[in-house]
């Protein structure tokens, strides 16, 4: 029962990230796209989540712990990219 | 190592001290102290003549490579000594002539004496090597030695042009003739040169036996100027005269002669060695001597008439192999070729070499060597005009130059093929002599050029550089003892007819001779009014008609049109043979890293695509396949939308995202696979990456960042999908055949129990085998210091720096 349950909430998630790469491809806007990525960054999440109750095993709970991080950095970075042009900018002191 | 291999490596041995002696000993012209050694060489082997007298031979061997059966084994008998005493008689006399030709001031002459040296040290070593790889490696010391000596002024472009040619040419022959070698030894089963010839008669039925004879042929024609290889040796005479002389008459270019003899034992018993041999000499001495008259240098006379008389010698020895056909000695009339061969060999060499010197006097007194220039020069330079008179004179074949003797022999034995019914020779009998006769006829106008139009006629002082006087007596020496032994030769010619030609000539048929028995040699002059002597009689009289009336018909050389020369064809070879390869090269290296990836693609696609056909390879099993869900279908679908995006794209930011996104979905398959510790790695250099990527995007150009879409070529289409279906018809083919069980049980087991450690990806990581976690922890140092480097150090050309800026 549980393992249905499991698989269906995985196709929807698959599905989701069908959606979510819909938008990623048509854009239309460059921050349309970085959304998506975040987005997807999180389904990974779940899905990493959903899968490791699934496989009944714990050893997957760190990378869902680093795709939080990494999301996070990424889409921050892209963000600062967008905003500034750069991602790291110099130290004026310098 | 004994006294002969001591002689042959004498030589060399003193080359390295030459530079030595001309710094240390600088008022002292350098060759004096040369001249001692061919002088020693010479009286060495002379001490040889009694043992070579008697049919006996000498031989000793030296180890250089036992265990390839390359030994520097020497091996004296008549045909070896009478090219060593050549080459170390000759050479002393070029060696003193040089001396007072070359000025001790101007000349770099411890380069001219090395290299000559060398050179001598070399044709001793061809002379009286056994071993084939031994003599193949002395063949091409000579061609070297004698590039360095015809380009001894290389700041002229003729020399350096000449000595290119040359070398091109002789070296293509010498590396055909280790072919023949090679092919020989595989058939004899040994390197020795008297060892092959003792197994002649199995060899000659052996089916590479024909390759390998015209394979050691065409090396023997090559260094001895036979046609069409003969266009060489003109432009060789741009080296010094002493060089000419040495190596363009006397030495280098009977190398060949002496090779064809020397093998005549392994080969002459066939009748391809008969024609071969026989009609390449005999056409090249009609078509050199016809050339020579057209010459108006004088050493190019003297070097088509060189090619000519070799050409005529080697006739000698292809038809001398007739001889073998014969069973017993006393009705063997073709023995008288073999010995005209030799003795001929022996005359050109003397008259040659004088003939050379005089014209290096000539060029030395009056500053020029054409004959339209020079006239009248009797009265100037007599001691000179003597000396030509006699050689050449001698080259022309009359009495009582041993010229005569030779020319007579040779007739003869021309004469005598139409008595020969062998090898289907039938009526071409009758062209032999009759080329022969026009050959001499030729040889007779050029040799009259030489000494009427050079030192009779009038005399042209505003042309000359310089004011003509005679030669100093040290100039004169060398030529003066040369023409003597051409009279001596010539009177008593029977003074070489059983210590030298004899041993010689029995060297060259040794089959024939039953133990204990010689060679019938007997040259004299009258032997009554017969065939030959009519023939001579008649190249005098047809010679002198015409070379009277030269300029009448002098005009038919014009209708040979330059167009088809063979040097020509030389220099067109060559051009389009640079510009042929040129363009092949320049047609597939576009300098386009594009190209050079189809290319590799292609091969990928056609080597693998032909194996997997040829070999019949594609497997598919389906047993082996686990169940797909349903979610992983919607992420390859969600894989392959990320994957055709980025292809697809019309910007690259929208690629790089994309790029993105097909990391993290793999990632995600890393998990759905079970690969947790792949899956973390791959989310971290991902996102690394694909920064990365922003990081290169931002910095690109401003001029060429308007984006653009991909254009679409067809060719890169057929080459990708190509690529890739061969990839998966490989995947799924290898995953279709298992052949073994996989050895992860052993690790399964053993990664607890005997490393200590419970994620066994680790463990194999760090434990089982952890030498290759050690490399890739160097490619990650290397490829930092790289990066560091590369943004580092920025140097400017020139060499400065510009890290502080």
Redesign the interface.
């Known amino acids: 029962m549980i393992e249905t349950i499991l698989?269906i909430s995985?196709?929807l998630?698959?599905?989701a990230?069908?959606g979510l790469?819909?938008r990623?491809?048509k854009?239309p806007t460059?921050p349309d796209?970085?959304v998506a990525?975040d987005a997807?960054?999180v389904n990974?999440v779940s899905?990493?989540a959903v899968?490791s109750m699934l496989?009944d095993?714990s050893?997957?709970l760190?990378?869902i712990l680093?795709?939080g991080i990494?999301a996070f950095?990424?889409t921050v970075?892209?963000a600062k990219?967008l905003e500034k042009?750069?991602?790291i900018e110099y130290d004026r002191d310098q | 190592m004994s006294l002969l291999h001591w002689a042959v490596l004498a030589p060399f041995i003193m080359a390295v001290f030459v530079p030595v002696l001309r710094k240390k000993a600088a008022l002292i012209h350098t060759g004096w102290f040369v001249l001692i050694l061919p002088i020693v060489l010479f009286g060495t082997f002379l001490q040889y003549l009694p043992v070579t007298m008697n049919n006996n031979s000498v031989m000793q061997t030296a180890s250089w490579i036992p265990s390839l059966g390359i030994n520097f084994t020497v091996y004296m008998d008549g045909l070896s000594l009478l090219f060593a005493l050549l080459i170390s008689g000759i050479g002393s006399l070029v060696v003193l002539y040089s001396i007072y030709y070359l000025s001790k001031t101007k000349e770099s002459l411890h380069h001219f004496y090395v290299y000559l040296l060398m050179f001598m040290g070399a044709m001793l070593g061809v002379v009286l090597s056994d071993n084939v790889i031994t003599l193949y490696m002395f063949w091409e010391f000579t061609s070297i030695s004698s590039f360095l000596l015809i380009a001894y002024w290389y700041d002229r472009e003729r020399s350096r042009y000449g000595a290119l040619k040359s070398m091109l040419i002789t070296v293509f022959g010498g590396l055909m003739m280790l072919g023949g070698f090679l092919v020989l030894s595989i058939m004899g089963n040994t390197f020795s040169i008297r060892e092959l010839a003792a197994q002649a008669t199995e060899l000659n039925e052996h089916p590479l036996f024909l390759l390998a004879m015209i394979l050691v042929l065409l090396g023997a024609f090559t260094k001895s100027a036979q046609f069409p290889f003969y266009i060489w040796l003109p432009d060789a005479m741009e080296a010094p005269t002493p060089v000419s002389a040495y190596l363009h008459s006397a030495t280098m270019v009977k190398a060949g002669i002496y090779l064809v003899a020397r093998f005549s034992p392994i080969f002459a018993f066939s009748g391809y060695w008969f024609w071969i041999v026989g009609t390449v000499g005999l056409f090249t001495m009609v078509w050199a001597s016809f050339n020579a008259v057209k010459q108006t240098d004088l050493k190019g006379i003297l070097a088509f008439s060189t090619v000519s008389q070799l050409g005529l010698i080697m006739s000698l020895l292809g038809i001398g192999a007739a001889s073998l056909h014969f069973d017993s000695l006393d009705d063997n009339i073709f023995t008288t070729a073999v010995i005209a061969a030799i003795f001929h060999l022996i005359n050109h060499a003397t008259f040659k070499g004088s003939l050379f010197m005089v014209v290096g006097v000539i060029d030395h007194e009056t500053g020029t060597r054409d004959i339209r220039k020079l006239g009248g020069l009797m009265s100037f330079m007599p001691i000179t005009f003597t000396l030509s008179v006699i050689g050449a004179f001698s080259m022309a074949g009359l009495p009582p130059f041993n010229g005569f003797l030779s020319k007579e022999m040779f007739f003869l034995s021309m004469v005598q093929l139409m008595e020969l019914n062998l090898f289907n020779i039938d009526t071409w009998a009758v062209l032999f002599p009759v080329l022969a006769w026009v050959g001499s006829v030729f040889t007779f106008i050029y040799s009259m050029i030489i000494v009427f139009k050079v030192f009779t006629g009038k005399f042209q002082p505003k042309k000359l550089e310089k004011k003509p006087h005679e030669a100093p007596v040290g100039m004169l020496i060398s030529p003066i003892i040369l023409a003597l032994l051409v009279v001596v030769f010539g009177l008593f010619p029977n003074l070489l007819s059983y210590s030298l030609i004899q041993p010689a000539a029995a060297a060259i048929v040794p089959s024939i001779i039953p133990p204990g028995e010689q060679l019938y040699v007997n040259i004299y002059f009258w032997h009554g009014i017969n065939a030959e002597l009519l023939m001579t009689i008649g190249v005098v009289a047809v010679g002198i008609l015409l070379y009277k009336f030269m300029p009448k018909w002098v005009r038919v050389y014009e209708y040979f049109p330059g167009k088809i020369t063979l040097n020509q064809f030389y220099n067109a070879g060559l051009y389009a043979a640079e510009r042929g390869s040129n363009a092949i090269t320049n047609a597939y290296m576009t300098g386009f890293i594009r190209t050079y990836l189809v290319y590799i693609f292609a091969f990928f696609i056609a080597a693998l695509g032909f194996t997997m056909w040829a070999k019949d390879a594609f497997r598919y099993d389906a047993s082996a396949v686990a169940p797909i869900?349903?979610?992983?279908?919607?992420?390859i679908?969600?894989l392959l939308?990320?994957t055709l995006?980025i292809l697809m794209a019309k910007?690259r930011?929208?690629s790089i995202?994309?790029l993105?996104?097909v990391g993290?979905?793999v990632?995600?398959f890393f998990?759905?696979f079970?690969a947790?510790d792949l899956?973390?790695t791959q989310?971290?250099i991902e996102?690394i990456s694909?920064?990365l990527f922003?990081?290169c995007f931002?910095h690109l150009p401003k001029l060429s960042r308007h984006e653009e879409k991909r254009r679409f070529q067809a060719g890169n289409a057929i080459i990708a999908a190509g690529v890739g279906i061969i990839v998966t018809l490989l995947g799924i083919s290898a995953h279709s055949s298992k052949f073994f069980a996989s050895i992860n049980e052993y690790y399964i087991e053993n990664t607890y129990e005997k490393a200590g450690g419970e994620n066994m990806v680790n463990v194999i990581l760090v434990d089982f085998r952890g030498f290759d976690t050690l490399f890739e922890i160097a490619v990650l140092s290397v490829a930092a210091l790289g990066i560091y480097g590369l943004i580092k150090l920025r140097l400017e050309k020139g060499g400065e720096t510009n890290e502080n800026k």
């Open positions: 698989q995985l196709l998630l698959a599905i990230m069908i790469i819909y990623l491809i854009g460059v796209r970085v990525l997807m960054g990974l899905m990493t899968l496989l095993t050893n997957y760190d990378i680093l795709i990494l950095i990424g970075a892209f990219f042009g750069e991602v | 869900g349903l979610y992983e279908g919607c992420l679908i969600v939308a990320a995006t910007s930011l929208t995202i994309s993105g996104a993290y979905t990632s995600l998990v759905i079970r947790p899956a973390l989310l971290v996102t694909t920064a922003l990081l931002y």
